[in-house]
């Protein structure tokens, strides 16, 4: 699924929201990733970001055991607005450059 945010005729943000696959082996089956997520830069600071995500976990909440997100450390804009939105960092996931999955390490 995507969930977009839209400011007229201009989409000023996009979220992509995966179920378990075999690129994300650490999930369970009840469970969600959410991105790649992106704020076009005239929408930025508005608060859209951590709006968004609250509101993926609202709608699906009620059927889904855990979320996830994976962001780049060195991406602090986009860390800053996962915590607004009640994230918390569990740990740190690492890609295999051959199977191209996703390992998390607590």
Same mark, same amino acid.
Do not use: Q, R, S
């Given at each position: 699924q995507i969930y977009y945010v839209q400011s007229g005729n201009a989409i000023a943000h996009t979220s992509y929201v995966i179920p378990r696959c075999i690129? !994300?082996?650490f999930m369970d089956?009840?469970?969600l990733e959410i991105?790649?997520?992106?704020t076009y830069a005239q929408f930025r600071g508005?608060?859209?970001?951590?709006?968004?995500?609250?509101e993926i976990c609202r709608r699906k909440g009620s059927?889904?055991?855990s979320f996830y997100?994976?962001?780049d450390e060195k991406n602090l804009p986009s860390i800053k607005g996962?915590?607004?939105?009640? !994230?918390v960092r569990c740990g740190s996931v690492y890609k295999s450059k051959f199977t191209k999955r996703y390992k998390l390490v607590h």
């Open positions: 690129k !994300f082996p089956k009840a469970d991105g790649p997520c992106y508005l608060g859209i970001y951590p709006k968004v995500l609250k059927i889904v055991a997100m994976i962001v996962i915590e607004k939105a009640g !994230f």
